[in-house]
């Protein structure tokens, strides 16, 4: 049935690319973009935007998006106009088949300001599948973790560790496999453990994009799954002062949330800009649909500044950000001996059941991560230079079940400071047509350790070289790149009370090559080949102990050796008035992978009896298909499906791989009501999500046999009040789970011991000011 479907769809695209195929015409150049309000960010339909020199128009869409298609090349004039923002107009240089001119309008109460239009860089692999999240879609995972945000990104899962630790899963791949961009800078924390969430605190981002499969060359080694980018917005470069304040309050957990932002320019300085930010969140046990999870509680202060100034010619920025988070660790996961882990992972049911409480008691981790970030640009005949610099410092202190409770030293604790330089330059074009940039990259990372010992001390040292080409030929573009990384991983080991030293060398090239090909403004198909490298982690090499925020026993191996993955990737996008379509195909094939084993029997310490995981390698493939489509039915109801289907293959030993995501699917009817009780955009939607049984997994190699599938109801509704011209109240009502159906996710490493999450009601207020 699922290959018929596919088989259809794609007819179905072909039939309308042929309908709309017409006779070649040497002027079939198209201009598109999006019109949005600068202060709220939500798009402004209905603004025209027309060429002067040929009469040539569009209108914006309800998604403030426009398209003029059949233009000539050349240089114009393009004006932008709607009833009350001023009319603008800038010179367009049209050289190439499709160029994006995006418009962000800014208003007052009295009168009107200056229109700003800014061209914002792709950082994104040209020819590889890159999804957005950003205005509406974004407010609605406010309050969220990054990981719980990604999912709603066709592809994207999450693994847990309970109900409060999420990291992102691209294609099957997480960890040290998915790269994360903070701002521009390579987030780099304790992200090998499996309960290590990112420390990041989305309200920072004003986009997040997540780039499906190997991207290693752009971005550097460890790019084997993916890369997300968090990328906040730019700068003020005029205007008065603005911000915003979120707040979200959750049912489950009864956790609340308050987030708040400020922005402006300085007077008299034009192009100077500022910002500040910051977020709380508390909230105590979670409850399952059955009973409550005996200290889940979080507890979490952010905070991030920036300031910059920046004009045609050269720019300089300075972001500092603070995340800092108390997070318990669900208690019936800690258990005392091997008789009762075994009749608890035999039966899934907790010993200790409480009620709720807020209080976060042992095991619990506190997380702190500093990020500082300086950026500086100079551009000089038709070329770019830029050079940022990062330092981070991340300290993790996990404090375990069993030890003192009066002790205040934590039984592991991670001190890890990184410091990046990445310098780039992008050269000007050759011959009009071909542009790219050059790259030089450097990392000094040390970890200090103390407590029960798990991984060892070391320094690490990675530099790279990169270079990236793109052509652009009327309805094609092509990309080609190549990079080359050394890592240098010096180790400080006890043996006994003896220090054995060791030290570790890789190297590797990476490359990618991919196509894009424009059929017309609706239809676009994308290839890609990339190879991406990722050496051993420290844990994976030199583990050996129990680790309290996974509640497991882990065994590394000195022996291992760099991955290496060959990815491709190939994508068909149609855009049209009722109808979008989105499906991917990616097969990553990677040798060497390294993945934590479970052993057959749990194992007994003094700290308690844990699940025993050894890290191996084998060769592995992972294969699959993303499908999103959009239909609507009218102006107002519209119909959203999403389709994510993986296989991963053990083929040097012939059978299939351990947590790895079930295939799943999700359907979304949406009804806009426009505007009722002077609520704009009112809507209302009603999903439903469907996770299959992971049948796919070798017999008798995990603690517990794979949880049956589920079925999850989400009922969400909002929308807008216009309290002036420049402040705004949006506000959203959701229930996830709302039919509190019992469940088990098999990427929940706490399945083994409780329910996931029932019910959770949740309020999220947005006041723009």
């Not at 050269?427 to 990259?441: D, N, R, Y």
Request: aromatic share 10%.
């Amino acid at each position: 049935m699922k290959k018929g479907l596919l088989v259809g769809l794609v007819g179905l695209l072909w039939q309308s690319s042929a309908l709309m195929a017409q006779t070649p015409n040497p002027c079939h150049c198209f201009l598109k973009g999006i019109i949005k309000d600068q202060d709220s960010g939500k798009p402004i339909a209905g603004a025209v935007v027309r060429i002067k020199e040929n009469g040539r128009f569009a209108i914006a869409n309800a998604d403030g998006r426009y398209v003029i298609e059949k233009l000539c090349q050349g240089q114009y004039t393009l004006e932008c106009k709607m009833v009350g923002y001023k009319p603008t107009s800038v010179p367009l240089s049209l050289e190439h088949d499709a160029v994006e001119e995006s418009f962000a309008l800014s208003e007052e109460e009295i009168h009107l300001q200056d229109v700003e239009i800014t061209a914002r860089k792709v950082e994104a692999p040209l020819a590889q599948t890159a999804t957005t999240l950003q205005g509406p879609q974004l407010d609605q995972t406010r309050g969220q973790t990054l990981g719980e945000a990604l999912k709603n990104i066709t592809g994207v899962t999450t693994l847990q560790t309970g109900t409060s630790i999420a990291k992102p899963v691209i294609h099957g791949l997480h960890s040290n496999r998915v790269l994360i961009m903070n701002n521009g800078v390579r987030q780099e924390g304790q992200q090998w453990g499996s309960e290590h969430a990112p420390e990041i605190d989305p309200f920072v981002a004003k986009r997040l994009t997540v780039v499906k499969g190997a991207a290693g060359v752009r971005y550097g080694s460890d790019a084997v799954g993916g890369v997300v980018l968090v990328e906040p917005d730019e700068l003020p470069n005029g205007g008065k002062i603005n911000g915003e304040l979120n707040t979200v309050g959750f049912s489950n957990g009864w956790q609340g949330v308050v987030s708040g932002l400020v922005q402006g320019s300085v007077n008299n300085w034009k192009g100077f800009g500022w910002r500040v930010q910051g977020t709380l969140k508390n909230g105590g046990n979670v409850a399952t649909p059955a009973y409550h999870l005996a200290n889940t509680g979080v507890r979490e202060r952010n905070f991030s500044v920036a300031m910059g100034y920046r004009n045609a010619q050269r720019g300089a920025e300075v972001f500092y950000s603070q995340f800092s988070t108390i997070l318990g660790i669900f208690a019936g996961a800690h258990i005392g001996n091997v008789s009762d882990l075994l009749a608890v992972l035999k039966n899934g049911e907790p010993f200790v059941q409480t009620d709720f409480y807020r209080q976060i008691e042992r095991p619990y981790q506190d997380i702190n991560h500093n990020l500082l970030k300086v950026k500086a640009f100079y551009n000089f005949k038709n070329q770019r230079l830029t050079l940022t610099f990062g330092r981070q410092h991340n300290y993790r202190a996990e404090y375990d079940l069993h030890g003192p409770q009066a002790a205040t030293r934590p039984g592991l604790l991670f001190n890890i400071t990184t410091f990046t330089n990445d310098l780039i330059y992008e050269h000007q074009p050759i011959a009009g047509k071909i542009t790219g940039q050059i790259g030089l990259s450097g990392l000094y990372q040390y970890n200090l350790s103390d407590g029960r010992p798990l991984i060892p001390d070391f320094d690490q040292r990675n530099l790279g070289l990169f270079v990236i080409e793109r052509y652009i030929r009327t309805r094609w573009e092509w990309e080609m790149g190549l990079r080359y990384d050394a890592r240098q991983l010096d180790v400080y080991q006890f043996v006994g009370r003896v220090l054995n030293p060791r030290q570790h060398r890789f190297q590797s090239f990476s490359g990618t090559a991919g196509v894009v090909y424009n059929a017309n403004s609706q239809l676009s198909a994308r290839f890609n080949v990339g190879t991406a490298w990722r050496p051993p982690n420290v844990n994976e090499l030199y583990s050996n102990g129990v680790h309290h925020g996974a509640a497991a026993f882990e065994k590394g191996d000195a022996t291992l050796q760099p991955e290496t993955a060959l990815n491709a990737t190939a994508s068909l996008t149609y855009n049209a008035r009722r109808l979008k379509v989105e499906m991917g195909f990616y097969r990553n094939l990677i040798d060497n992978y390294i993945y934590a084993k479970p052993q057959p029997e749990p194992i007994l310490t003094i700290r308690g009896a844990f699940p025993y995981f050894q890290y191996v390698q084998t060769r592995a493939v992972f294969a699959g298909i993303d499908l999103t489509t959009e239909y609507a039915f009218s102006a107002k109801f519209k119909h959203q499906a999403k389709l994510s289907y993986l296989r991963a293959y053990d083929q040097q030993n012939d059978d299939f791989l351990v947590l790895i995501p079930a295939n799943r699917s999700e359907n979304t009817l949406n009804y806009n009501f426009g505007t009722i009780l002077k609520s704009h955009d009112t809507f209302v939607s009603l999903t439903h999500l469907w996770v299959a049984e992971q049948r796919r997994v070798p017999p008798n190699s995990d603690f517990a046999p794979p949880p049956p599938a589920y079925h999850l109801w989400t009922v969400q509704t909002g929308g807008t009040f216009k309290v002036s011209k420049s402040r705004a109240l949006d506000w959203g009502l959701s229930v996830q789970n709302a039919l509190n159906t019992p469940y088990r996710d098999y990427l929940n490493r706490f399945r083994y011991f409780a329910l996931d999450q029932g019910r959770n009601v949740s309020l999220r207020l947005k006041w723009i000011f």
